[in-house]
């Protein structure tokens, strides 16, 4: 009697461990295979797209395009990609002009030297003033000549087509810096203080000035980096 109650005792010890057993593999099985069919989620960040703007390193690569060439027309490959198509059209008619094609042959090997640019970005316009070199010589063909350093001073204008910033005008400028103002300012003053001396020594009396010319302009208003 003894020995069969602790065999029924031992029986049911048995089965719940055995009970035990088959619900921790259950759940270590359940765990596993929901570990390997649940994607992983990515927490990487995109960093939204600033929109670029027009910088200097846009005007100058059409810069240096525009300017550095052997002769007149010969750098028309390179500053193609910068502009509009109206632009390029009306750039090579005005290479073509008679008065132009006048100098084909005796300007020759100009070279970009370098620029100051400041940039309008809400214009989207830049103002550069442009060094370069070139290589004048008196016989067509020649080689031999004299190397000329030049300052032009650009207004240029952009439109933004497919994402890029191309040239759509150029226009000749005259930067005046404060310096020159200045200048100026000095030399209006001698001018019309040596005439008021020259007027007073030839009536040989006395006169007095009403005023002075002054040749004063404003600053340019523009971001510059």
Not at 54 to 73: C, M, P, R, S
């Amino acid at each position: 009697m003894y020995n069969e109650n602790k065999i029924k005792i031992v029986k049911r010890i048995v089965v719940i461990i055995t009970f035990m057993l088959g619900m921790l593999t259950g759940v270590g099985i359940t765990v596993t295979v929901y570990s390997k069919i649940t994607p992983e989620v990515s927490t990487v960040t995109k960093e939204e797209e600033k929109e670029k703007q027009l910088d200097q390193e846009t005007v100058k690569n059409f810069l240096i395009a525009y300017y550095t060439k052997k002769d007149l027309g010969e750098n028309r490959n390179r500053y193609l990609p910068f502009m509009t198509s109206s632009m390029y059209k009306l750039q090579v008619e005005q290479e073509d002009l008679p008065v132009n094609q006048a100098y084909k042959g005796y300007v020759l090997n100009q070279v970009f030297d370098g620029a100051t640019i400041y940039i309008d970005e809400s214009r989207l316009t830049a103002i550069a003033t442009v060094n370069y070199t070139n290589l004048n010589v008196l016989k067509k063909g020649s080689s031999e000549g004299t190397t000329l350093n030049n300052k032009d001073s650009l207004l240029i204008s952009f439109s933004k087509e497919k994402g890029k910033y191309l040239v759509n005008n150029i226009e000749r400028i005259e930067v005046t810096t404060g310096e020159d103002n200045q200048r100026s300012n000095r030399y209006s003053q001698k001018k019309d203080d040596k005439k008021s001396s020259e007027e007073k020594n030839d009536n040989k009396k006395e006169q007095s000035t009403t005023g002075e010319e002054f040749n004063l302009k404003g600053g340019l208003n523009l971001d510059g980096e």
